[in-house]
Each structure stands twice: as structure tokens, then as C-alpha cells.
């Protein structure tokens, strides 16, 4: 019987050292990384059971309530409850719709708003602008370089003040409106909830969050339409989108990891350093919670100001 031939091996070239340290630190990172997913998952099957009984309770509510209680909608009487200004403020500043420069005044008016918005206007039930609150901003992403999701909440932006408006279009016969803004910068803090992958790396945690965005330029473009209310027209904003660029961010992300700081630390720098190329990626999801915040926003201040204050036929 012939004996089996033996294959010599030849023998691997030795990595470089900067290899070697390199993909010791990722497998370290990635194996840590595992123990944390399996303690999310352990996490949110917790999350899942608890959301499960609070819904169960929550329909049981409902079927026993839900026939009796009357429903809920815009009625004769809350159009009769909103106050219509009876004279333009200070702040108000009227444009003429045969203006040849109407676009200009319109800017104007929005311009000569921020100073009065920033403090707060009561009477179109404006809260004030600086710093101003929003209560929740949501990210949804899932493909792509950045998966994400989860929330931004309980945000104070600090800036909105110094905003400045760039340029204004006003369409009655189209009824189109945009408006262009310039904030030289906004300084968020907030808490924050996400998961996912930020280009190469994951992304898991909650806390607190600072956010500070330098240059940033602004384009907001809407459909509208005018409705009756109390005998007068105001604008109502039906369709919104906000499109941004920024020129400058940087990011502190809290309790990243389940308060591993070694990774939070490595997350931080990582957005940081590729903050633009991030921002770029969540362009279009970040527009869309602007666009559903900010047309709430708009619509509960112009449904307060008759456009016979503010956009005159003569």
C-alpha cells in the first residue's frame, strides 16, 4: 500500500504590528459588543412583555369607554374657541399682495417675528422660542451606511433667536409658501434613546445627549390652504418639507453601551469625527420630524392670524 504523500506547508507571512494591535482592539470591541446585544435582547423582551400589558389594559379601556365617550374632532365649537387676532401687533408687519416685492416683505415679516417669537407670543398661543422645547424628534433608518432608531426627547435648542431669514416665496394662486432660515448656531441638549449601526460601528444606548451644530442653513417649503374660520381666512400648512445643511457638529452621547465608557468614548469620537458624512445619511429622516414639528408649530400660530392683518388685497 503506498504511503500518503506529505504536503509541506509554507509558512505565513508575519502581519504588520499596526494590523496585529488594530484587530485585537476590534475583536475585543466586537466581543464586548455581543455580550451587550444579548443583554439588550434580554432587555427588550422585558420592554415587550411590559408594552404587551399596558396595551392589553389599554384596549380593555377602550372597549368598555370607547362606545359611550363621544368622539373627538374639530367641531363648530373649537373653530368658535380659537381667539383671532382683531388687529396686527407690532410684530406683524403686513405685506400687500400687489406688491411687486412681495416675496421681500414676506421675508421681512418673518424676520421682524423671530425677536417676538424667541420670547414668546401668548396671544397666537406661541411659547417662547429661546430656548425652545420640543418634545420629542424620532429617527427611523433602515438601510444603508447608518441604520437607526429610536428618539431624541425632551430637547432645549439654544439659538433659534438668533435665527435669520434668507429668503421668502409666496404663492396665493399656487398656494405655495417657502421660506429660507440661517442659524449661525444651535446648542441641543436633550436625552436620547437609539440603536443601530453607525457606518462601521453599532450604536446602543440612552441618557442625556449635547449636540451642538454650527452654520446651519435652512429651507422650508409648504403647500397650503386657506380656511374659513369665524368669518375670516387664516393659512393652514397641509404639506411640509425641510431640507438642511450643516457645516459643523459635534455630539456627546451618554450611558452609550450600558455605561461602558470605553466604548462610549470610542462611539463619541467615531460620530464626531465622521459627523458630516452621518448627518448627510439622516438628512431625509431628520427632515421628516422637523417637517411634523414644525407645521404643528406654524399651523397653531397662523391659525390665529386672519391674513386680513397680515396679507392685504390692497
Not at 494591535?21 to 459588543?33: C, D, E, L, Q, W
Not at 430637547?155 to 433667536?161: D, F, T
Not at 459643523?248 to 470610542?266: A, H, I, P, S
Request: proline share 6%; glycine share 6%; hydrophobic share 45%.
Amino acid at each position: 500500500m503506498p504511503k500518503p504523500t506529505r504536503l509541506a506547508l509554507c509558512p505565513l507571512p508575519r502581519l504588520p504590528e499596526s494590523i496585529i494591535t488594530f484587530s485585537s482592539h476590534a475583536g475585543a470591541f466586537f466581543r464586548n459588543i455581543s455580550f451587550l446585544r444579548v443583554h439588550q435582547r434580554r432587555q427588550d423582551f422585558k420592554m415587550a412583555r411590559a408594552l404587551t400589558i399596558a396595551t392589553a389594559t389599554a384596549i380593555q379601556y377602550w372597549l368598555l369607554f370607547g362606545a359611550v365617550l363621544p368622539s373627538v374632532g374639530t367641531t363648530n365649537a373649537d373653530q368658535r374657541a380659537i381667539k383671532l387676532l382683531d388687529q396686527a401687533p407690532d410684530w406683524l408687519r403686513p405685506c400687500r399682495l400687489k406688491d411687486p416685492e412681495l416675496n421681500s416683505c414676506v421675508k421681512d415679516t418673518f424676520q421682524n417675528m423671530f425677536p417676538a417669537l424667541a420670547k414668546g407670543i401668548p396671544e397666537i398661543h406661541v411659547d417662547r422660542f429661546e430656548p425652545l422645547y420640543l418634545s420629542r424628534l424620532s429617527l427611523s433608518k433602515g438601510h444603508g451606511p447608518v441604520t437607526i432608531t429610536g428618539s431624541f426627547y425632551d430637547i432645549l435648542a439654544h439659538g433659534p433667536s438668533k435665527a435669520k431669514a434668507t429668503s421668502a416665496v409666496l404663492d396665493m394662486d399656487r398656494r405655495v409658501f417657502e421660506l429660507g432660515v440661517f442659524l449661525p448656531e444651535i446648542r441641543i441638549e436633550s436625552d436620547y434613546n437609539l440603536q443601530g449601526k453607525v457606518l462601521i460601528l453599532p450604536l446602543i444606548g440612552n441618557g442625556p445627549a449635547k449636540v451642538n451644530l454650527d452654520n446651519v442653513t435652512t429651507s422650508v417649503s409648504t403647500r397650503f390652504e386657506l380656511r374659513r374660520l369665524q368669518g375670516r381666512q387664516v393659512l393652514h400648512i397641509a404639506d411640509m418639507t425641510v431640507d438642511f445643511d450643516i457645516q459643523g457638529m459635534t455630539v456627546n452621547l451618554e450611558n452609550l453601551f450600558n455605561g461602558n465608557k470605553v466604548l462610549g468614548r470610542t462611539l463619541n469620537a467615531f460620530v464626531n469625527k465622521n459627523a458630516l458624512e452621518i448627518v448627510k445619511e439622516l438628512k431625509d429622516p431628520l427632515g421628516e420630524s422637523f417637517s411634523v414639528v414644525f407645521k404643528d408649530i406654524m399651523n397653531n400660530a397662523l391659525s390665529h392670524m386672519p391674513i386680513d392683518l397680515w396679507l392685504l388685497d390692497q
